[in-house]
C-alpha cells in the first residue's frame, strides 16, 4: 500500500486528469497536476476547473488548500519527485479518424527524462490497442527503469466525480504483476476516502460494487474502446428504429421501454434522438475503426453506426422543415442545448450545435441557450447565429424551439410559459424527454423523433 509520503504526478489537466488528479490529493497522497496550457493552469491554481464540471470546483480548492494538490507546468519539478505518474493527456483525432498519439509520446518521453527508478507509468488516456507495447520499446530506448501498465477510464463527463468515486469497476492491464497491484491498491485507498470526498463535492453516495479486473496490457487497451463503440452502438440502432418508427406511426420510447425490459439487453443508452456526440464516443468509434483497419480486419457494424449517427442532426432539421410548411428560410428557431449532454459544458461534437449551424444555412434566424456551454460553443457556431442569456431571451417571437440537450431546467421549463414568449407553436424535442402532454396541453405542436404522428 502506498503512503503520503510517496507522491503522485497526472499529466494533463483535461477531464480525466483533472478529477483524479483532485481526488486522489484527499487519499493521502501529494499530487502534482501538470499542465502546460497557462490559462488553464491559472484558474485551477485559483481553486476552480476550466470547465463545468458537478461537485469537482469544492473538491480541487480543498486539496490545494491543503496543499495536497500541486497544480504545475514543470514535468521536472514533479516527475522527478513521484512514484506514479498517471498519463491523462489528448489523443484527438487525426483526419483519416485514427487517434493522433503525438501527445501521448510526448508525455512518456519527457517522463524518461526525469524518472527515478521503479516508475509507475499509467496510461489513462484512451489509446488504441498496441500502443502500450510502443511506449515501453521507447522507455526501453532511454533506459529508464519504468513498469508501464494500461488503467483505461470510464468515467462520464457531467457525472465525473460520482463515476471515479464510485465506480463500478476498475481495469488495471500490464506484464509487472507487482505494478498493476500498486495501481489497485490506489483505487483501495480511494475507496477509503470516497464517501468523505461525495461530501465536500456534494454528490451522492453509490453502491459499493467495484470489481478489480487485471489484464494483459493490450486488453486493457482494447476493453475501453470496445465498451464506448458498443454502447454507441446501442444509441445508433434506436435511432434506426426511430426513424423506422416515425415511418410506421409507432412509438420508439414505447419500443425502447419494452425492449430495455429483457435483463438481457437492458434499457441504458436506447435513447432515441439527435445522435451522440462529445469526446469519447465519435472518437473511440473512429478509433476503433482504425485500429480494426490496421489488424486488417473490417468492422462494418462500427462503420454503420457511425454513419448512422452523422445523418441525426439533419434528420431532427428535415423534421423541423417538414413541420414548418417545407420552408425555414426566415423562421425564428430557438435552439435549446448545446453541450453534448446535461452536465457537462463540453461540445465537442456537440449535435446541437450541429443542428443550430444546420439551420441557420438553411435560412433560419437562430437564436441558441445553454445554462453552461455558451461560452465554449461560441468558437463552434457558425456567424450570425445569436446566443442567449435565458430561456426567456431565447424563445422570445420563436417561431419554433428544438430542445437540443436534456438539460433539466430546459426539460422542466413549463410549456406555458414557452407559449407566452413565442409566436410560433412549433416544438421539436430532439432528445424525446420533454413532457409532450404538457406541451400537446399548451397548444404545441409536439414533435420527437420516432414518434410518429
Known amino acids: 500500500m502506498m503512503n503520503k509520503q510517496r507522491t503522485i504526478t497526472v499529466l494533463g489537466a483535461g477531464y480525466v486528469g483533472l478529477t483524479t488528479a483532485a481526488l486522489l490529493a484527499h487519499c493521502d497522497y ?7 496550457n497557462k490559462e488553464r493552469l491559472d484558474v485551477i491554481k485559483k481553486g476552480k476547473s476550466f470547465f463545468y464540471e458537478e461537485g469537482l470546483d469544492p473538491v480541487i480548492k480543498l ?101 471515479t468515486l464510485f465506480f463500478d469497476r476498475v481495469v488495471v492491464g500490464g506484464d509487472d504483476k507487482a505494478a498493476v497491484n500498486t495501481i489497485i491498491d490506489i483505487y483501495i485507498q480511494l475507496e477509503k476516502f470516497r464517501d468523505h470526498i461525495a461530501h465536500v463535492a456534494r454528490v451522492p453516495k453509490g453502491p459499493r460494487g467495484d470489481e478489480y479486473i487485471a ?64 469526446g469519447c464516443f465519435p472518437k473511440d468509434v473512429s478509433g476503433l475503426i482504425s485500429s480494426g483497419l490496421e489488424y486488417g480486419v473490417d468492422l462494418d457494424i462500427m462503420q454503420a453506426a457511425q454513419a448512422q449517427n452523422s445523418q441525426m442532426p439533419g434528420y431532427v432539421v428535415d423534421k423541423l422543415q417538414d413541420a414548418m410548411g417545407g420552408n425555414l428560410r426566415g423562421k425564428r428557431i430557438a435552439i435549446l442545448g448545446l453541450a453534448f449532454k446535461a452536465g457537462t459544458s463540453d461540445v465537442r461534437k456537440s449535435p446541437g450545435v450541429a443542428i443550430a449551424n444546420k439551420l441557420y444555412q438553411a435560412g433560419s434566424d437562430v437564436i441558441t441557450h445553454d445554462p453552461q456551454a455558451n461560452d465554449e460553443a461560441s468558437h463552434d457556431l457558425r456567424k450570425g447565429i445569436l446566443q442567449a442569456d435565458t430561456i ?52 404545441f405542436d409536439y414533435i420527437g423523433v420516432g414518434r410518429g404522428s
Open 30 to 36: 501529494k499530487v502534482y497536476l501538470v499542465e502546460p
Open 392 to 443: 426567456e431571451q431565447a424563445t422570445k417571437d420563436a417561431d419554433a424551439v428544438v430542445v437540443a440537450t436534456e438539460w433539466q431546467e430546459i426539460l422542466t421549463y413549463p410549456a406555458e410559459s414557452f407559449a407566452k414568449h413565442m409566436r410560433g407553436t412549433t416544438l421539436l424535442d430532439a432528445v424525446n424527454q420533454y413532457d409532450s402532454t404538457g406541451a400537446v396541453a399548451a397548444g
Open 63 to 163: 486539496a490545494l488548500d491543503s496543499g495536497d494538490l500541486i497544480p504545475t507546468d514543470s514535468y521536472e519539478s514533479s516527475v522527478s519527485h513521484s512514484d506514479v505518474v498517471f498519463s491523462c493527456v489528448g489523443t484527438p483525432d487525426n483526419p483519416d479518424g485514427s487517434s493522433n498519439l503525438s501527445y501521448v509520446f510526448a508525455a512518456a518521453e519527457t517522463t524518461a527524462k526525469y524518472a527515478k527508478p521503479g516508475l509507475i507509468y499509467v496510461q489513462k488516456s484512451t489509446v488504441p490497442v498496441g500502443t502500450g507495447v510502443a511506449v515501453q520499446k521507447k522507455f526501453a530506448e532511454t533506459k529508464a527503469k519504468i513498469s508501464y501498465v494500461s488503467n483505461p477510464e470510464f468515467l462520464r463527463e457531467g457525472t465525473a466525480v460520482y463515476d
Open 215 to 278: 489484464t494483459s496490457l493490450n486488453s486493457a487497451e482494447l476493453i475501453k474502446v470496445t465498451a464506448n463503440a458498443f454502447l454507441a452502438l446501442k444509441i445508433s440502432f434506436a435511432n434506426s428504429i426511430a426513424i423506422l418508427a416515425d415511418k410506421a406511426g409507432a412509438d420508439v420510447v414505447e419500443v425502447m421501454d419494452a425492449v430495455g425490459a429483457d435483463s438481457r439487453i437492458g434499457r441504458a443508452f436506447l435513447n432515441a434522438g439527435r445522435g451522440y456526440g462529445g
